[in-house]
């Protein structure tokens, strides 16, 4: 896709979802997409391949959670992946200060290269499991926000992402249309670890029908030691 073309469709979708970007900003989305398309060719980074998907579906929709977040947070973006939502996120957020956490390190190695074209500062890709990460002590309730996109089910994301997040911190869940059973089964296990359901905003992405669930849960108390558990447990065996 022509740089002019590509301007003028995110340009369109981010009037429709009320967020200001300046061109230098726009010509990272572009860097980003062109980067993850290359990289693409050879290792699975995504499956979408088609740039006006990519800005839907990758990059509008990482940003619609910008307004959640207030200025100079901490933020953790656990599960990543190719870098969604948090590189978008820092794209529009400059003042905040990230980390994206992924399991597997050829994703590191790409983010690396991603935040090195984009030159980002105070935003740093880790290699390490979520459940490892979240019991070393410079992480562990540390940050205001954590937030995750299509990682795992509510109760099992809650013990990645609730330990944490210090008190009155709170994680952002990026869940699709049909959650409302996987809330019910969630609520205890967010209970266990510290935190509260605050509240569930249902949306749709400009221009589609594709709909999109954000699950906010505030943390009220500290997260107990036990957890998380040790590795692939949370999703083994969901708290309940």
Aim: charged fraction near 30%; aromatic fraction near 8%.
């Amino acid at each position: 896709m022509e740089k002019k073309e590509f301007f003028e469709i995110i340009q369109k979708y981010l009037e429709k979802i009320d967020v200001k970007l300046n061109e230098s900003q726009i010509e990272k989305f572009y860097i980003y997409m062109n980067t993850l398309l290359a990289w693409n060719e050879k290792m699975n980074l995504t499956a979408i391949i088609n740039p006006n998907e990519i800005i839907l579906k990758h990059f509008i929709d990482s940003i619609i959670i910008s307004k959640y977040v207030h200025e100079n947070a901490n933020v953790v973006d656990v599960g990543t992946g190719a870098g969604f939502p948090g590189i978008p996120l820092k794209i529009v957020r400059n003042d905040i200060n990230m980390i994206l956490i992924d399991s597997l390190n050829k994703r590191i190695n790409f983010l690396q290269e991603v935040i090195k074209e984009l030159k980002l500062s105070k935003i740093e890709a880790i290699h390490s499991r979520v459940e490892e990460f979240a019991r070393k002590k410079e992480y562990r309730e540390k940050f205001d926000y954590a937030t995750s996109r299509a990682v795992a089910n509510l109760s099992t994301l809650s013990e990645y992402l609730v330990p944490l997040i210090k008190i009155g911190g709170r994680c952002i869940c990026m869940k699709g249309p049909n959650v409302d059973d996987e809330i019910m089964e969630g609520k205890n296990a967010i209970l266990i670890l510290g935190g509260e359901l605050e509240k569930i905003d249902k949306l749709k992405l400009p221009d589609s029908d594709i709909c999109r669930t954000i699950i906010t849960v505030e943390k009220v108390k500290n997260t107990p030691l036990k957890y998380p558990r040790k590795p692939g447990l949370p999703a083994k065996e969901p708290l309940n």
